[in-house]
């Protein structure tokens, strides 16, 4: 059971409630690590936190940003400046956690060692697609097997900072660029990442920093001990809040009960299984129905007939969409 002005107070961490940030890079800082499996839907959980800025604008894949696998062994987005610690920190859990999946792949310590060290020179004239990749490690002498194993090879060089992911070459196919490698992690690299997790989350525990971490629970619950002075919780939001959040967004991800703020009932229909999120509406931090939109149709779809305040309010949502997508929205339906 949520405590009460725990939702109002993560959605204020979160940034979706006024005041919003007016920047990408604003929002990174707040939240620590965008989830980025889906540009897509990284730039809606940037657009859902700020005001004026555009889908076309945000430089996502800039370098500006590192997109890579981090927390959970899942791709995040974060600032190219923090990407160095966090590998150092999280890319040896990552690198354990997928040690097994490489053997049965054929990937062993000899071919991942040698592509390690073959593609500085693979990838030193600019970020290349997958395919090409594999084709110069093999021109180079490693050659990798069909199937899963190239991307758990690329996975486990992005474990060990050598390249992180580059600017999409097709809609959802990204490309590969040279990283330098992650530095060991520092003594206070745990109680730091703690700290931004607190920045953009409270209130929240050690438990949901481990969750949305994949630290542990011993290894959460002392960087939470260790932490100086946890970061003042933000001020609370005066008026509501009203929000078309997208697929696997930060705040229906960032904690250890990803229902809390979803009522009894329509778990489903926000959570479909296999770690998929539905877009969401949001009020005042409680999912009140899911959304989607097909070219110039929004369609909603709520757990419980929406009042009109709240009709007007997700209206007014669908035009900014339109607005940051720079595509028209002309129709709009919001349930009986």
């Known amino acids: 059971m949520m405590r009460p002005g725990a939702l109002a107070g993560r959605t204020a961490s979160q940034l979706l409630a006024a005041p919003r940030a007016t920047s990408v890079?604003?929002?990174?800082?707040?939240?620590?690590?965008?989830?980025?499996?889906?540009?897509?839907?990284?730039?809606?959980?940037?657009?859902?936190?700020?005001?004026?800025?555009?889908?076309?604008?945000?430089?996502?894949?800039?370098?500006?940003?590192?997109?890579?696998?981090l927390m959970r062994g899942t791709l995040h987005l974060v600032a190219a400046a923090d990407a160095g610690w966090m590998l150092g920190l999280l890319g040896p859990i990552n690198r354990a956690k997928g040690a097994r999946r490489r053997a049965q792949l054929g990937l062993d310590d000899a071919v991942c060692s040698r592509a390690v060290a073959a593609?500085?020179?693979?990838?030193?004239?600019?970020?290349?697609?997958?395919?090409?990749?594999?084709?110069?490690?093999?021109?180079?002498?490693?050659v990798i097997g069909p199937g899963q194993a190239?991307?758990?090879?690329?996975?486990y060089a992005a474990s060990l900072g050598v390249l992180a992911l580059g600017p999409e070459v097709a809609r959802g196919k990204a490309s590969y660029r040279l990283l330098d490698p992650a530095p060991p992690p520092t003594a206070d690299a745990a109680a730091e990442l703690a700290r931004r997790y607190l920045?953009?989350?409270?209130?929240?525990?050690?438990?949901?920093?481990?969750?949305w971490s994949g630290l542990g629970?011993?290894?959460?619950?002392?960087?939470?001990?260790?932490?100086?002075?946890?970061?003042?919780?933000?001020?609370?939001?005066?008026?509501?809040?009203?929000?078309?959040?997208?697929?696997?967004?930060?705040?229906?991800?960032?904690?250890?009960?990803?229902?809390?703020?979803?009522?009894s009932g329509y778990v489903s229909r926000?959570?479909?299984?296999g770690g998929f999120v539905t877009p969401t509406v949001l009020?005042?931090?409680t999912a009140v129905a899911t959304w989607r939109r097909n070219g110039s149709a929004l369609s909603v779809e709520p757990f419980t007939p929406l009042d009109e305040p709240t009709r007007a309010a997700v209206e007014a949502e669908a035009a900014d969409l339109s607005r940051f997508l720079a595509t028209p929205i002309s129709k709009i339906h919001t349930g009986p």
């Open 199 to 211: 920045v953009g989350h409270q209130p929240a525990g050690w438990a949901d920093f481990a969750a």
């Open 270 to 273: 926000v959570r479909t299984g």
């Open 119 to 142: 593609l500085p020179e693979v990838l030193g004239d600019g970020p290349l697609g997958r395919a090409e990749v594999v084709a110069r490690l093999a021109s180079a002498g490693v």
């Open 25 to 69: 890079a604003e929002v990174v800082e707040r939240i620590g690590a965008l989830q980025a499996q889906d540009l897509s839907a990284t730039a809606l959980a940037v657009r859902a936190r700020s005001s004026g800025l555009t889908a076309d604008s945000l430089g996502l894949d800039g370098p500006e940003y590192v997109r890579t696998w």
């Open 150 to 155: 190239a991307p758990h090879l690329l996975a």
């Open 283 to 285: 009020v005042d931090g």
């Open 217 to 263: 629970l011993r290894r959460a619950e002392a960087a939470f001990a260790a932490l100086d002075e946890p970061p003042r919780p933000p001020r609370l939001p005066a008026g509501s809040s009203v929000r078309l959040v997208g697929h696997f967004d930060p705040y229906l991800l960032g904690y250890a009960d990803k229902t809390a703020a979803v009522p």
